[in-house]
């Protein structure tokens, strides 16, 4: 970066988001060496990384978690789902406002929170960042054992994390709560990043135009700059009748946690969401506007505690 420039801020961050400036570069190198040969001048003769190449990405979320959080231990198989680490912070820092809103405007930080992340996957991704910013506990769900197995040698590898994550085999396919969620225990806030395609064409035809949008190039057999293995990305029905069998499952659950939290990425899912919350009774429904870059999408928040019940939820688990 030139002496006395400003860094250029990515507004649509949270504004407690460690990633709203320029990423330093140099300090992810230092962090991350193998970063350095995915290094090169883009168009405007800064340096940058090329973001369709999945490797310089996976390197480059090394070094974010390395440098911003601490984590000095991040790998997992090549064909599983890279997250951006800025977006995926985000989510949490959102959620943190929407606790904060029932505790009195106090950010709620500590081990007093429970976070159940569904689809912890094999990155394991939001427990680690959650972990490092708000010092929560979490659960980690997942369908696959091999996912599960992955995020427990990431949480095995680096001492801040262990006692911290909790993961969990989902052995029901239809079930996302049911299972998971003891019926004596208490969760205070459910997160979820679903999968988006409803086929693997789908997914094909959503890769294509992501490394055209990046690359310029238009590739009849694209590498995701992301990975994600089926699971990851893909849910027959796709990302609504993903989300519309969590709610149906989440009313069984209704006095086991205060709020069950989803990210949606297709605006036109609203309806149909908003709809089938109303019919489970969602005693509060909220959402929650949030972008990254050029992508907008949005956070959809529920719960089924009257006014009486969330008093003392906060004051029995919080206080």
């Known amino acids: 970066m030139a002496p006395n420039k400003k860094p250029s801020i990515k507004s ?3 504004p407690r988001n460690k990633n709203r400036e320029n990423y330093d570069l140099a300090a992810l190198v230092a962090c991350t060496p193998a970063l350095a040969e995915h290094i090169k001048l883009n168009k405007s003769d800064e340096p940058s990384i090329n973001f369709a190449n999945p490797a310089a990405v996976k390197l480059l979320n090394k070094g974010l978690l390395h440098h911003y959080y601490g984590i000095e231990h991040w ?33 709620p930080k500590g081990s007093k929170i429970t976070c159940l992340d569904v689809g ?24 696959d054992a091999a996912a599960i197995a992955s995020a ?8 801040s994390l262990k006692d911290k994550i909790e993961c969990r085999l989902q052995k029901d396919k239809h079930a996302i709560f049911k299972g998971i969620i003891g019926a004596k225990e208490a969760v205070d806030i459910t997160i979820c990043n679903p999968p988006f395609h409803a086929s693997k064409e789908d997914a094909i035809k959503g890769t294509m135009r992501k490394v ?15 990975s994600g293995v089926s699971n990851e990305l893909i849910y027959e029905g796709g990302e609504s009748q993903f989300i519309n069998n969590m709610i149906s499952d989440s009313k ?6 205060f709020w069950f939290t989803t990210l949606v990425s297709k605006e036109s899912n609203l309806k149909g969401i908003y709809k089938h919350l109303k019919k489970v009774k969602a005693t509060t ?8 870059g050029n992508k907008s999408t949005r956070i959809v928040a529920w719960t089924f505690l009257n006014k009486q019940e969330q008093q003392n939820w906060i004051k029995n688990r919080w206080k």
């Open 152 to 159: 427990e040698k990431i949480i095995a590898a680096n001492p």
């Open 285 to 292: 429904i909220k959402t929650i506007p949030m972008g990254t």
């Open 212 to 226: 055209k949008n990046l690359s310029g190039k238009k590739d009849k057999h694209p590498t995701l700059n992301f």
């Open 12 to 14: 649509k961050l949270h």
């Open 75 to 107: 790998d997992f198989p090549d064909n599983n789902l890279c997250p951006p680490i800025p977006g995926r912070a985000d989510y949490l820092h959102y959620i943190a406002d929407l606790l904060a809103e029932n505790n009195a405007g106090k950010l």
């Open 120 to 143: 912890i996957g094999a990155n394991t991704i939001y427990p680690i960042l959650g972990v490092a910013i708000y010092d929560w506990n979490f659960i980690g769900s997942d369908i």
């Open 252 to 257: 069984k659950m209704d006095k086991n946690c």
